[in-house]
């Protein structure tokens, strides 16, 4: 293992060059305007594959999904198959935030600064790439061979909802067969802590839109008669507010999982204060937390539903005149925990909101996106032994387990397609890093803790006893 760290250590600034080169290619997936460079962000890493010694390395696609970039080593019989996940694509940079100098350097273009290295994609998740190849060259390129076997896939539609992931199972099944996953893409609790994520909430977004008319109309004549469509989608939006008490919405705690009281007592004993959390979240003075009487917001991003309006239109602030407008339409984007149903959270939220609408307009509510379940498991077992003791030789610390309020598409499908294997979700953001916003950053020192923590997993995976890895 020193030839790895040794190697790891030589290498770091060709890592950084790596990770350079691929915060610089915008693979924005959320706006359909950057395909070209989804598709070099594809190529690009499976140059990178190769160059760090992965063998039949190619680029896959299943129907019109976004490039996935593919890159195996299969020399070692006996040993367990990990599967290696990532996602190439990224979150937009809003052109009003690099006006309003929200962005401190130029996000495409990664910038060392305190000890954090600055760009879109550095931390969600370009930065998982390059250690898990960095991993893996630190053993082929010093003792020639790994000492498990290796898949590793790399998507190019995670921020869209990973719609194609049915589908590219099917094709690819045989291809993508494993015995454990090992997923970075997820949060270390704090920087320099080591944090297995154990849950995912998962997402089912509606789209609500009123209309009253089928034009506007000047508010001189028609304000008072017809029914302001943007009104009343706020005051049906406005069914979604409950103070701090649970959502409002019939039924929809019926199949949520109670937390036990070890997983409350543990969420209590883990770093959090609310001091923090303000800062983190950028909280103005004077406003409170929406979470629940004798919540915590451990309880409450990570096992609790929540629902958010990501989106509101109807007519623009520039440009607007005197008009009763007569169309609106909303995002409501709701995440969904163990064990809820997402069909069945649409058609409470579709049927709440959609009961009793205000003048009688009329309102249409459609699903928006695919679908995202949640995921948890117990992270106990040889897979997860093998995990904490790497990521303690790395970190110097014992792993925490955690969960997590975002979403990753594959990560359940993918453990049930292989049969209930162990997924290992390691920590590569942290409460600083400003995922999907302005400034976003990874933390060098844990980027290269990182590294070291996944070639000691695929040592200590090599070296379960007849390979078992549950
Ligand atoms: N890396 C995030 C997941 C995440 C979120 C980890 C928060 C840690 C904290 C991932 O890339 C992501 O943003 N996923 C999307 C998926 C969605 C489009 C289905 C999400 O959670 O919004
Ligand atoms: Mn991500």
Known sequence: MQANLDWLNKNHATLVKDLADLVAVRSVSTDGEHQKEVEQSAELTREQMRHAGLQKTEILRCNG???????????????????????????????????????????????????????????????AITAQLGAIASFLQTRGSLPVNVKMLVEGEEEVGSSNLMGFFQQYRDKIKSDVIVVCDTENIEVGLPSITYSLRGIVTLKVEVESATKPVHSGMAGGVLADAALALNVILAKLYWDNGPLPIPHYYDSVRPLTAKEKKTFRSLPGSEEKWREDLGILPGVRFATEKRGHPYDQTWRKPAVTIIAQEASSIKGASNQVLPRAQALVSCRIVPNQDPQQVF???????????PWGVKVKIEPHGSFVKWWMTDPN???????????????????????????????????????????????????????????????????????ASLSHLFENLGNLPAGKVK
């Not at 367990?80 to 929200?102: C, M, N, S």
């Not at 058609?347 to 609408?357: F, I």
């Not at 030789?393 to 990560?411: L, P, Q, T, Y």
């Not at 397609?417 to 990874?442: C, F, K, T, V, Y």
Request: proline content about 8%.
């Open 347 to 357: 058609d409470q939220v579709r049927d709440y909101l959609g009961a009793d609408p």
């Open 65 to 127: 999904s976004n490039p996935y970039a593919y890159g195996e080593w299969l020399d070692a019989p006996g040993k367990p198959t990990v599967f290696l996940y990532a996602h190439h694509d990224v979150q937009p940079v809003h052109q009003a935030d690099v006006d309003a100098g929200r962005w401190h350097s130029d996000p495409w273009k990664l910038t060392a600064r305190d000890g954090r290295l600055f760009a879109r994609g550095s931390a969600d998740d370009k930065a």
């Open 381 to 451: 077992g040889p897979a997860f032994e093998a995990a904490r003791a790497a990521m303690k030789a790395s970190f110097g610390r014992d792993a925490v387990a955690i969960g997590c309020g975002g979403s990753i598409g594959f990560v359940g499908p993918l453990a049930d397609l292989l049969g209930g294997a162990p997924a290992l979700l390691l920590g590569i953001e942290d409460p600083q890093s400003n995922a999907h916003a302005p400034d976003e950053s990874l933390h060098e020192g844990d980027w290269r803790k990182l590294m």
